[in-house]
């Protein structure tokens, strides 16, 4: 039987274009439906897309849409948004709506809990357990026979008997809901003057209705999240969805509690460690428009929001807002892109804003609302730096005297400090120190990393891991192998001996027990029941720890150390957001930093609280040399198992670029990691002017190149983090 009618469909495969299918008779579908289709011999789940089918394809060829879920369909504006994502990056748009459909339970609606209610007379034979059993059914309701069999105090096993007796029948009983609609009245905060004015220009974003970007530009403390949650408010009263993004799955636990403090209930959640079953239900309710307010990681941009009103981008300069997998993005760049094709506002907030957002801002692209007084008696903390040329730790160890005196001063008054190192594990290498060998992972060209705690040495790249060594494979000394350098687990053992009263907790993204330890920790930390927290970035964001009242940085200078572009700025925000962990309470705080070069602009930027030296100079920097925001800069990174193979391909893939004036393209150079996870990679670096269309160059530069055989691959990084 011939079908009616013809439509394109999006498969989530790594396929830029759309395969076009027959619409049986008795089905009628429009784009944004879900459906079920063959392809190959299998059926594959797909989205009727807007692109018109192939006409080419004879009708008898076509094959028909096997089926249509039962599904809310995807929202043109979602699909706009897999489309622009996927040319943005250069990536097929399948790879993209492969993270649209990324809860596949979510397509069924979901089977309706059986329950029991009370349906029959009581059985002939009667026992106490049964009794209790009718007793709590008394009141006519229906319960699962679980919850049931709980509430009497007696087997599942009672309950069915009930059901097979005829006493009980059993119903279907709708699922609870995932999460309760927010209640915006539940806890109005009283804000100060600063706050206010804040709230009501957020407020008046979001009531005008339509695309605007507002950068929240609030030092530590200032009470962003509760001026935030004004903009949140008002988009639930105007019956809109809201999405809060956050950089790092372990705040989740401590923002879930600030919502319902705020709204009566915690939002629904989204990230990769959200139960999978859980997540089917949130893909769902969001897509039905029963989840009203979402928190999540940057995969929660991709959701089916049925009307999104609101996106706030929490710690907006976060660099886990990209990812580097598959399709690279970033979710801040890319929630403005989804607010623009759906004309919804966005609150970008930070204590220390992007380089690029705050260019928006000045050029007037993006509003900028700033909070400069931390909230009630709080104050920032004093900042100074240790300068170790002149304060030199002992050696082998690694706090300077002057750190190891404020820190006992600390604890002599009760009070808690906090010694960050962005390090994790003990040592970043070990050493032979009879014939200098040192350990290296065998699939990167990176040194293993001592975990001590586990046993082990770790690449921090690949994951391999080997039991740490009691010798030297190469000249086998026994005796001579030594760490060289600080990680947080050395730190912990120089804390412990010098401080061996004080009750220390190491926080570092590695440690046993996963999301459920760590929200464990930081409720610990929050209540005093740590006297010395030491940690790696892990605890410098966003975390609110109220007896904190001294910040240690124990190498304020190592971020400064990798050779690219963005060392300074996200040195610079590392070490303010770290900083501001102190005297977020009220009373006197401070945060020491030991640097070998206290004279370095940064530095001085942190020790003198003088944000405005820093951006001016900063971007001062990026706009001479032509640098993002200024100037685009595209990343090509070319990889593949030979190394002379892949270095080969790469200066032919280099020959092949399309001539265009402006457009200036370094390498093929060694990437700044040659190696990783045994694949050699060269790197090609486009830098062009700001209004130049990169995508059509570099299309006309991948359509000319000769293609990547066997196990060579080009991946193309728009806007990488490093450079
Ligand atoms: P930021 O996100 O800017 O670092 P927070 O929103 O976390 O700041 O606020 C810092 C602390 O001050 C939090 O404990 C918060 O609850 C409190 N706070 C800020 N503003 C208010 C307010 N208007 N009323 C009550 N508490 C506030
Ligand atoms: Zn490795």
Not at 71 to 89: G, H, Q, S
Not at 243 to 272: D, K, M, Q
Not at 581 to 608: C, D, F, K, M, N
Not at 664 to 686: D, K, N, W, Y
């Amino acid at each position: 039987m011939p079908a009616a009618q013809t439509v394109s469909v999006l498969l989530p495969v790594a396929v830029a274009g759309t395969y076009s299918y027959g619409v049986p008779a008795e089905l009628t579908v429009a784009p944004g439906d879900i459906v079920a289709v063959p392809l190959g011999t299998r059926d594959v789940i797909g989205v009727v897309w807007d692109d018109p089918p192939d006409a080419e394809i004879g009708h008898n060829r076509l094959r028909p849409i096997v089926e249509k879920l039962d599904a809310p369909p995807l929202l043109k504006d979602l699909r706009a948004f897999v489309d622009w994502i996927a040319d943005y990056t250069l990536t097929t748009r399948g790879m993209v709506l492969r993270m649209v459909l990324r809860a596949r339970g979510g397509l069924e609606p979901e089977p309706p809990i059986v329950g029991v209610r009370l349906a029959g007379p009581p059985p002939e034979r009667m026992t106490a357990a049964r009794q209790r059993v009718l007793s709590v059914l008394e009141d006519g309701g229906a319960w699962s026979k679980s919850g049931l069999a709980a509430a009497a105090s007696v087997s599942t096993g009672v309950v069915a008997g009930l059901v097979e007796a005829g006493t009980l029948a059993a119903v279907a009983m709708p699922a609870r809901p995932v999460a309760q609609p927010p209640d915006t009245h539940h806890a109005v905060p009283v804000l100060n003057t600063e706050q206010q004015a804040a709230a009501d220009a957020l407020r008046k974003a979001v009531a005008d209705g339509g695309f605007s970007v507002t950068l929240l530009d609030g030092i530590t403390g200032s009470g962003k999240t509760e001026v935030y949650f004004e903009a949140v408010a008002a988009a639930l009263d105007a019956g809109r969805q809201v999405l809060i993004l956050i950089p790092e799955i372990a705040l989740t636990g401590a923002f879930l509690e600030r919502f319902a403090a705020r709204f009566g209930t915690a939002p629904a959640e989204w990230h990769s460690e959200v139960a999978p079953r859980l997540r089917d239900r949130v893909w769902r309710g969001v897509a039905t428009g029963a989840i009203r307010a979402v928190i999540g990681a940057r995969s929660a941009l991709f959701l089916p929001f049925r009307e999104l009103g609101l996106i706030v981008v929490d710690e907006e300069h976060d660099l886990a807002y990209k990812q580097e997998d598959r399709v690279f993005y970033n979710a801040r760049d890319m929630a403005v892109v989804r607010g623009k094709l759906a004309g919804f506002p966005l609150v970008l907030s930070s204590a220390t804003p992007s380089i690029e957002s705050r260019v928006n801002a000045d050029s007037g692209r993006y509003r900028r609302i700033v909070l400069s007084d931390r909230y009630a008696e709080a104050k920032l903390p004093e900042i100074a730096s240790i300068d170790m040329r002149a304060n030199p730790p002992e050696r082998g160890r690694f706090l300077s005297p002057p750190l190891v005196a404020a820190v006992a001063e600390t604890l002599e008054q009760k009070q808690q400090a906090l010694l960050f190192l962005n390090r994790r594990g003990y040592a970043p290498l070990t050493l032979c120190r009879t014939c200098g060998h040192r350990f290296q992972c065998p699939n990167c060209s990176t040194w293993l990393v001592e975990h001590r705690f586990r046993g082990a040495l770790l690449c921090h790249h690949c994951g391999h891991s080997e039991p740490r060594p009691d010798h030297c494979p190469n000249c086998g000394d026994t005796e001579s192998l030594v760490a060289v350098g600080p990680g947080v687990e050395r730190l912990a053992e120089e804390v412990a001996a010098r401080f061996p009263e004080a009750r220390t907790i190491v926080m570092s993204s590695d440690m046993a027990g996963g999301i459920q330890r760590l929200r464990l920790d930081l409720q610990a930390i929050a209540k005093g029941e740590v006297d010395i927290v030491i940690g790696t970035q892990l605890v410098a964001k966003g975390h609110n720890f109220p007896l904190l009242t001294l910040v240690g940085v124990v190498d304020g200078d190592l971020g400064l150390a990798f050779g690219d572009m963005r060392a300074a700025e996200r040195t610079f925000q590392l070490l303010s957001q770290v900083t501001g962990r102190a005297g977020r309470a009220g009373g006197a705080s401070r945060a020491l930093l030991q640097t070998y070069a206290p004279e370095h602009p940064v530095i001085r930027a942190i020790v003198s609280g003088d944000r405005e030296a820093f951006y001016t100079s900063e971007i001062a920097a990026r706009r001479a040399a032509g640098l993002p925001p200024f100037g685009r800069l595209v990343g090509i990174v070319i990889s593949g198992i030979d190394r002379g193979e892949t270095q080969a391909y790469a200066g032919a893939f280099r020959r092949a670029e399309p001539r265009a004036e402006s457009i200036q393209v370094l390498g093929p150079a060694e990437a700044p990691l040659a190696v990783i996870r045994g694949r050699h990679r060269f790197r090609l670096l486009v830098q062009a002017p700001r209004n130049t269309d990169i995508q059509t160059f570099l299309r006309d530069w991948l359509a000319a190149a000769p293609r990547p055989r066997g196990n060579l691959r080009v991946q193309i990084d728009i806007d990488p983090q490093s450079f």
